[in-house]
């Protein structure tokens, strides 16, 4: 500013304001400005560079995360809460678990974490937070209602709709607005039985929430161990679950402090090297740290925290939670060790009454609901909301009691309530799985108690209803434990065949082969028969490897030796034999052969009908025969039974692919769609895959393809390797109309190694060539794309020309249908080579069919 003055006074600037600069006091000013300058711009200078220089070291210098202020009841979880807390304000969003032991603070830290970015940010909406108790159910409509903020009734599906396409619009509805879901205890959603997965529509709606792009909703799964897809998809994969730890040594000694009530711990009697060695022992666990409190609590006898640490501070770490659990049972009441054995065996929720069923003697019902608020308080146990107990603890099994009564009063309890769920389920209601978790309980008990040859039985009925759902795999570790267990040959033997079907249905095609042949060695002692059944089965498994040849030989011994009596096994056979056939392309034989069945089946086995008159459809519209393809649908109709709805998503998909062949688009994608929406509640996979793919085809023919990428992608988590070779083949192709080479590239790889091995395992095997020669033009393709190319040479397309020669070629007799599909996917990338892949397509187009005898 001195500067300014004394250049204004110098050159006059204000002189026609202020008057002469020559005189009064603006010489002065003038000179008062030029030492203002002269003293001040050095120090000016000086502090410039001091400051610049502290502005670099400052930048050079890592920067110090800023502390977030949080619940002070939230001991120590400041890199947890930081990482859950990053993702709720930055993402990624879609499935966000936290796991950890139980009892860690899970449920504790998503609370406070969500509610502080709900304060924080305050454009984030806590939809919901669905506590889950064992047993309970979560359907997709409360998910969906959840993210359009619904609540006023369930949604209602309008024609051409899934609850997963429900979803998906929602998600695109959200507009982008931070929404977050949490599901607490999601343990208690994994089915009974099998591996730690979802039920179908919520594996399914899952997977939307995580690959579908463009929305900012969250789902917090807490759950005690990561959960798995049960479709192939990868949700629990896309990002790295937060884990929930031990807590630090001076939080742990504060939980202590919370667990003091009353002075009863007497913390102040334990010295530190004691406090030290229980952190160590316990692992920084609260969990654990309430099993020591409980049995300071519950003893009858007086115990202290220093003779339990002298207990356990030379036992084993991983020990430690049993022997905790030891001192705790002889330290409690007689009464209270009772009733934690009971909920320890039945390790399920069970209301008072099946409590004192369970419980030994005949205790006052007064007495046991007193100690059950007693051990409550202790969360020891917990109660559901219709006042059904159970455990908390991490393992039930640390409870067990030594007195085998309870295994057997419990397994007659589930014996009741199994017997109850079967007489609800009557009047046509849909089976669920749920209700047969009763059964799934009494199984186990069953096999703890070593009473192989009841639990046995129970398997078996267990089995034909979970056949209805899809579901048999869930009996798989209990058929592998009762292996060898129950003394009899017979039971081994259905045991080992069961193991058998199950395997093969995993794709655990080595084990399946092993315990057919258990099963076919067992049964050499008994009615041939059952030897003939087992064969059958072995005959399917083999064609699902695709070794059709072999797969002939057994379905035409087991043909060549059935008896009089045997209509059923004999018209199985006799389409396995049609299957092979078809197989090969022998589409003459195949109808012949199925004609045969058919006509053995007769009267006497009209689902087997069912079953024939369903794949000859799809074999008619193989060959271009539509019009006879209706006339067998209309028989199907006539015989498939109204209330099973197996036969309905069937049915619906077989129409959308007549509607498809006759060109009906429109009509095929809404019939598809409801086929496939059943398929994914049934938990269907061969269904959902069949659906899918109709879908995939319908929407290419429109020309949207991203509808047709999502749809097929679909039916591509379901498929087996080296099946359904068509639903990767569109997948490739579709991908490559977007073009996205770098995806399509591997996929065509995918489809040309598939293709190969179906071919060295069965070289006549006419739609693999046809597949592998598909696969080649999109290498092909892709290759001359990443450079610019649109010729090829001919010595290049000759391997894929082979190909599809060989395909018409092994082919008895042409089939329209099958080879239509084909051309129309090299169609699509013909167009992309600009017509260069033309003479590929000469094949099918020109060579005439085979010829036999």
Same mark, same amino acid.
């Given at each position: 500013?001195?500067?300014?003055?004394?250049?204004?006074?110098?050159?006059?600037?204000?002189?026609?304001?202020?008057?002469?600069?020559?005189?009064?006091?603006?010489?002065?000013?003038?000179?008062?400005?030029?030492?203002?300058?002269?003293?001040?711009?050095?120090?000016?200078?000086?502090?410039?560079?001091?400051?610049?220089?502290?502005?670099?070291?400052?930048?050079?210098?890592?920067?110090?995360?800023?502390? +977030?202020?949080?619940?002070?009841?939230?001991?120590?979880?400041?890199?947890?809460?930081?990482?859950?807390?990053?993702?709720?304000?930055?993402?990624?969003?879609?499935?966000?678990?936290?796991?950890?032991?139980?009892? #860690?603070?899970?449920?504790?830290?998503?609370?406070?974490?969500?509610?502080?970015?709900?304060?924080?940010?305050?454009?984030?909406?806590?939809?919901?937070?669905?506590?889950?108790?064992?047993?309970?159910?979560?359907?997709?409509? *409360?998910?969906?209602?959840?993210?359009?903020?619904?609540?006023?009734?369930?949604? &209602?599906?309008?024609?051409?709709?899934?609850?997963?396409?429900?979803?998906?619009?929602?998600?695109?509805?959200?507009?982008?607005?931070?929404?977050?879901?949490?599901?607490?205890?999601?343990?208690?959603?994994?089915?009974?039985?099998?591996?730690?997965?979802?039920?179908?529509?919520?594996?399914?709606?899952?997977?939307?929430?995580?690959?579908?792009?463009?929305?900012?909703?969250?789902?917090?799964?807490?759950?005690?161990?990561?959960?798995?897809?049960?479709?192939?998809?990868?949700?629990?994969?896309?990002?790295?679950?937060?884990?929930?730890?031990?807590?630090?040594?001076?939080?742990?000694?504060?939980?202590?402090?919370?667990?003091?009530?009353?002075?009863?711990?007497?913390?102040?009697?334990?010295?530190?090297?004691?406090?030290?060695?229980?952190?160590?022992?316990?692992?920084?666990?609260?969990?654990?740290?309430?099993?020591?409190?409980?049995?300071?609590?519950?003893?009858?006898?007086?115990?202290?925290?220093?003779?339990? &640490?002298?207990?356990?501070?030379?036992?084993?770490?991983?020990?430690?939670?049993?022997?905790?659990?030891?001192?705790?049972?002889?330290?409690?009441?007689?009464?209270?060790?009772?009733?934690?054995?009971?909920?320890?065996?039945?390790?399920?929720?069970?209301?008072?009454?099946?409590?004192?069923?369970?419980?030994?003697?005949?205790?006052?019902?007064?007495?046991?609901?007193?100690?059950?608020?007693?051990?409550?308080?202790?969360?020891?146990?917990?109660?559901?909301?219709?006042?059904?107990? $159970?455990?908390?603890?991490?393992?039930?099994?640390?409870?067990?009691?030594?007195?085998?009564?309870?295994?057997?009063?419990?397994? *007659?309890?589930?014996?009741?309530?199994?017997?109850?769920?079967?007489?609800?389920?009557?009047?046509?209601?849909?089976?669920?799985?749920?209700?047969?978790?009763?059964?799934?309980?009494?199984?186990?008990?069953?096999?703890?108690?070593?009473?192989?040859?009841?639990?046995?039985?129970?398997?078996?009925?267990?089995?034909?209803?979970?056949?209805?759902?899809?579901?048999?795999?869930?009996?798989?570790?209990?058929?592998?434990?009762?292996?060898?267990?129950?003394? *009899?040959?017979?039971?081994?033997?259905?045991?080992?065949?069961?193991?058998?079907?199950?395997?093969?249905?995993?794709?655990?095609?080595?084990?399946?082969?092993?315990?057919?042949?258990?099963?076919?060695?067992?049964?050499?002692?008994?009615?041939?028969?059952?030897?003939?059944?087992?064969?059958?089965?072995?005959?399917? +498994?083999?064609?699902?490897?695709?070794?059709?040849?072999?797969? $002939?030989?057994?379905?035409?011994?087991?043909?060549?030796?059935?008896?009089?009596?045997?209509?059923?096994?004999?018209?199985?056979?006799?389409?396995?034999?049609?299957?092979?056939?078809?197989?090969?392309?022998?589409?003459?034989?195949?109808?012949?052969?199925?004609?045969?069945?058919?006509?053995?089946?007769?009267?006497?086995?009209?689902?087997?009908?069912?079953?024939?008159?369903?794949?000859?459809?799809?074999?008619?519209?193989?060959?271009?025969?539509?019009?006879?393809?209706?006339?067998?649908?209309?028989?199907?109709?006539?015989?498939?039974?109204?209330?099973?709805?197996?036969?309905?998503?069937? #049915?619906?998909?077989?129409?959308?692919?007549?509607?498809?062949?006759?060109?009906?688009?429109?009509?095929?994608?809404?019939?598809?769609?409801?086929?496939?929406?059943?398929?994914?509640?049934?938990?269907?996979?061969?269904? #959902?895959?069949?659906?899918?793919?109709?879908?995939?085809?319908?929407?290419?023919?429109?020309?949207?393809?991203?509808?047709?990428?999502?749809?097929?992608?679909?039916?591509?988590?379901?498929?087996?390797?080296?099946?359904?070779?068509?639903?990767?083949?569109?997948?490739?192709?579709?991908?490559?109309?977007?073009?996205?080479?770098?995806?399509?590239?591997?996929?065509?790889?995918?489809?040309?190694?598939?293709?190969?091995?179906?071919?060295?395992?069965?070289?006549?095997?006419?739609?693999?060539?046809?597949?592998?020669?598909?696969?080649?033009?999109?290498?092909?393709?892709?290759?001359?794309?990443?450079?610019?190319?649109?010729?090829?040479?001919?010595?290049?397309?000759?391997?894929?020309?082979?190909?599809?020669?060989?395909?018409?070629?092994?082919?008895?007799?042409?089939?329209?249908?099958?080879?239509?599909?084909?051309?129309?996917?090299?169609?699509?990338?013909?167009?992309?080579?600009?017509?260069?892949?033309?003479?590929?397509?000469?094949?099918?187009?020109?060579?005439?069919?085979?010829?036999?005898?």
């Amino acid at each position: 500013m001195a500067l300014l003055v004394a250049l204004a006074i110098r050159y006059g600037w204000w002189g026609a304001y202020f008057g002469d600069p020559d005189h009064g006091a603006w010489p002065w000013i003038e000179r008062l400005g030029w030492l203002i300058g002269i003293v001040f711009t050095p120090l000016g200078v000086f502090y410039a560079a001091a400051s610049l220089r502290q502005a670099i070291e400052q930048a050079q210098r890592p920067a110090t995360p800023p502390v +977030l202020p949080r619940d002070p009841s939230l001991l120590d979880r400041d890199s947890t809460f930081a990482s859950l807390r990053r993702r709720l304000i930055d993402g990624p969003w879609g499935v966000i678990a936290v796991t950890g032991p139980p009892g #860690i603070g899970k449920s504790r830290l998503v609370e406070v974490t969500v509610a502080h970015v709900e304060k924080e940010l305050g454009d984030v909406r806590v939809c919901a937070t669905h506590t889950i108790e064992p047993q309970g159910r979560l359907d997709v409509r *409360e998910l969906i209602a959840d993210v359009t903020n619904d609540r006023f009734g369930p949604v &209602v599906l309008e024609t051409g709709q899934t609850l997963s396409g429900q979803l998906r619009a929602a998600l695109e509805a959200s507009e982008n607005r931070r929404i977050v879901i949490v599901i607490d205890s999601a343990d208690n959603l994994c089915l009974p039985g099998g591996p730690r997965h979802l039920d179908f529509p919520l594996d399914e709606a899952m997977e939307t929430f995580a690959t579908e792009p463009g929305h900012r909703v969250a789902v917090i799964l807490v759950s005690r161990r990561p959960m798995e897809a049960r479709g192939y998809g990868i949700w629990p994969d896309m990002e790295p679950p937060i884990g929930v730890g031990r807590l630090p040594q001076d939080a742990f000694a504060q939980w202590l402090a919370r667990l003091n009530v009353d002075g009863r711990l007497r913390l102040d009697e334990v010295s530190d090297a004691d406090q030290v060695t229980l952190y160590r022992q316990l692992r920084g666990n609260p969990h654990c740290a309430r099993l020591v409190a409980a049995t300071i609590t519950h003893a009858v006898r007086q115990v202290s925290l220093t003779d339990l &640490v002298r207990t356990i501070g030379k036992t084993d770490l991983r020990r430690v939670p049993q022997t905790l659990a030891d001192l705790l049972t002889r330290s409690i009441s007689p009464q209270r060790r009772d009733i934690l054995a009971a909920l320890a065996v039945l390790d399920t929720p069970v209301d008072m009454a099946g409590l004192m069923a369970v419980l030994a003697g005949t205790p006052d019902e007064g007495m046991v609901r007193a100690d059950l608020a007693a051990l409550e308080s202790s969360a020891l146990v917990r109660a559901t909301e219709d006042q059904q107990y $159970y455990l908390t603890v991490a393992d039930p099994g640390w409870l067990l009691p030594r007195d085998d009564g309870f295994l057997r009063r419990a397994a *007659e309890l589930m014996k009741h309530r199994q017997n109850e769920s079967m007489q609800q389920r009557q009047g046509g209601e849909p089976h669920t799985i749920d209700q047969l978790r009763p059964a799934f309980v009494r199984v186990r008990l069953l096999l703890d108690s070593g009473r192989h040859t009841v639990a046995y039985e129970v398997i078996e009925k267990l089995s034909d209803r979970l056949s209805d759902m899809n579901a048999k795999f869930l009996l798989l570790a209990q058929r592998e434990r009762i292996r060898g267990q129950t003394g *009899e040959p017979f039971l081994e033997m259905a045991n080992e065949n069961e193991l058998g079907d199950i395997y093969g249905d995993l794709g655990r095609f080595d084990d399946a082969h092993r315990s057919y042949g258990i099963a076919l060695k067992l049964a050499e002692s008994f009615d041939p028969l059952l030897r003939r059944r087992i064969l059958a089965n072995q005959a399917n +498994l083999y064609l699902k490897k695709n070794q059709a040849q072999a797969a $002939y030989n057994s379905y035409e011994f087991v043909r060549a030796h059935a008896g009089p009596g045997e209509a059923a096994l004999k018209a199985a056979a006799l389409f396995g034999l049609a299957r092979c056939h078809r197989h090969w392309g022998q589409y003459t034989q195949a109808f012949a052969r199925a004609d045969e069945a058919l006509t053995v089946a007769g009267d006497s086995s009209p689902e087997r009908s069912a079953w024939i008159l369903a794949e000859l459809v799809g074999w008619q519209l193989d060959v271009g025969q539509v019009s006879q393809a209706e006339t067998t649908l209309a028989d199907l109709l006539r015989l498939a039974p109204d209330s099973d709805h197996r036969w309905t998503r069937n #049915i619906l998909d077989l129409q959308a692919e007549i509607a498809l062949a006759h060109g009906d688009t429109g009509k095929a994608r809404d019939l598809a769609t409801d086929a496939a929406e059943r398929a994914v509640q049934a938990g269907d996979p061969r269904a #959902i895959v069949a659906a899918c793919l109709t879908l995939g085809q319908a929407q290419l023919r429109i020309g949207d393809l991203d509808e047709a990428l999502r749809h097929i992608e679909h039916a591509d988590r379901y498929r087996g390797r080296g099946q359904q070779l068509m639903v990767l083949a569109l997948r490739a192709v579709v991908t490559q109309l977007m073009l996205l080479p770098s995806a399509a590239g591997p996929l065509f790889k995918a489809l040309f190694e598939e293709a190969s091995d179906r071919i060295r395992e069965d070289g006549q095997d006419f739609g693999s060539y046809a597949m592998r020669g598909l696969a080649r033009c999109g290498l092909l393709l892709d290759a001359v794309v990443a450079h610019d190319q649109v010729s090829f040479d001919p010595d290049v397309l000759q391997p894929a020309t082979d190909d599809f020669t060989a395909a018409e070629q092994h082919s008895q007799r042409r089939a329209k249908g099958r080879r239509d599909r084909v051309l129309a996917l090299l169609r699509h990338l013909n167009d992309q080579a600009e017509g260069s892949l033309r003479p590929v397509m000469e094949p099918m187009l020109t060579t005439p069919p085979r010829t036999t005898s």
